[in-house]
């Protein structure tokens, strides 16, 4: 346990479902992550969150992309209309004094 | 944008070999981090440097910063199959909120 959760581990769906990803930072952190990470690469941000508010997102967020952190507690990162170049690890990370706390992240497969 | 890279992406070394990898960011940076993702895994994080020219050691890994904080490097002595993994080596823009650049990585696989 990392103290950052994600849920599911892992999701493959067909190209052109819907799908929706949780995350839970470590309780009371203001600041939530969200990167994406495929093989071969670094992780690579996606956008993040200050309390509810969403301060920054990366061009690699396209319209299908959506994130939410409606209480300021759990995100969620929603993609739609899923392509099989979403095919990926989607991380969440909490940032501490001692770097960034990642999630154990959730594995889609587009297929 | 920023840039961090790491060369080469892969490096097979004898165990008890020591190992030596570097990171170059296109900008200063405020700190430079360094991450461990075992495979199947998620990164872990293991050191932060933040003042030029700082060195850090953990057991047998030796971490430094450049002087123009603009580069890193990671040696390892005397690697031990524990050490197999991906490193990682990450920062934020000198300047800028907490969000880290991370290099693509160089995975490091030990012979027994």
């Known amino acids: 346990d990392t103290g950052v959760s994600q849920n599911p581990r892992h999701k493959i769906t067909k190209r052109g479902q819907n799908v929706t990803f949780r995350c839970d930072p470590i309780s009371e952190h203001n600041r939530l992550y969200w990167y994406r990470q495929t093989l071969g690469q670094g992780p690579e941000f996606l956008t993040y969150f200050q309390n509810e508010a969403q301060l920054e997102k990366s061009r690699l967020l396209s319209d299908r992309f959506s994130a939410e952190r409606p209480k300021g507690s759990f995100s969620t990162l929603e993609i739609q209309r899923t392509e099989q170049g979403d095919s990926a690890m989607y991380l969440c990370?909490?940032?501490?004094?001692?770097?960034?706390?990642f999630g154990s992240g959730t594995r889609l497969t587009v297929v | 944008g920023q840039q961090v890279m790491q060369i080469p992406q892969y490096q097979h070394v004898q165990e008890g070999e020591d190992f030596t990898t570097y990171c170059n960011s296109s900008t200063t940076l405020s700190n430079i981090q360094w991450y461990k993702q075992r495979p199947g895994g998620h990164p872990v994080f293991l050191i932060q440097l933040v003042k030029s020219g700082e060195v850090k050691k953990q057991k047998r890994l030796t971490f430094q910063f450049g002087e123009a904080k603009k580069n890193s490097s990671l040696h390892i002595t005397a690697t031990q199959t524990t050490d197999v993994g991906t490193y990682f080596c990450a920062g934020p823009r000198a300047g800028a909120n907490s969000k880290l650049t991370f290099g693509k990585g160089i995975t490091l696989s030990v012979r027994p």
């Open positions: 990370a909490s940032p501490t004094s001692d770097g960034y706390t």
